[in-house]
């Protein structure tokens, strides 16, 4: 393998630029980059960090173009979600005129129940949803499976 030191100077719109890299020639004569620690700042907190050459080289292997933008902690906070706070209306039960709370904002024609009642109106259908999600494993299917034996 052969080291290059490459190092250009120019100015194409009046601004001035200074670029250098150390290229690797591989023995098949392919330009290979070696890649060195550079400082970043995120574009969220404005705290600088170090883009390793490690990272360069797994962005490089994964042929991504841009460079990271986010420090690791806010990465992390961009990963974990944003713990939004759901809000709270305050409204009147269409069924008993109680005061009470929803998490959503009602629309009009549509009634809006409280917790006591919201449970009262379900379907019988949903009651035994709830009552088996509820049991778990312990209920026996209704219709024997396709691999049961039948008695």
């Known amino acids: ?65 841009n ?4 420090c690791k902690q806010c990465k992390a906070k961009r990963a974990k979600g944003s713990s939004r706070v759901r809000s709270e209306t305050r409204t009147t039960c269409s069924v008993c005129g109680e005061e009470t709370t929803v998490p959503f904002k009602p629309t009009q024609g549509r009634p809006v129940l409280c917790r006591v009642c919201f449970t009262q109106n379900r379907t019988p259908a949903q009651q035994a949803q709830e009552d088996d999600a509820r049991r778990g494993s312990e209920a026996e299917p209704a219709m024997p499976g396709p691999n049961r034996a039948q008695n």
Do not use: N
């Open 1 to 65: 393998m052969l080291l290059i030191h490459e190092q250009k100077q120019g100015s194409g719109t009046g601004k001035s630029f200074s670029f250098m890299a150390d290229f690797i020639v591989s023995p098949l004569g392919k330009p290979v980059m070696e890649f060195v620690d550079r400082v970043l700042k995120c574009i969220e907190c404005s705290t600088e960090f170090v883009f390793t050459a490690g990272e360069q080289q797994f962005f490089s292997d994964k042929q991504f173009k």
């Open 67 to 70: 460079d990271p933008k986010h």
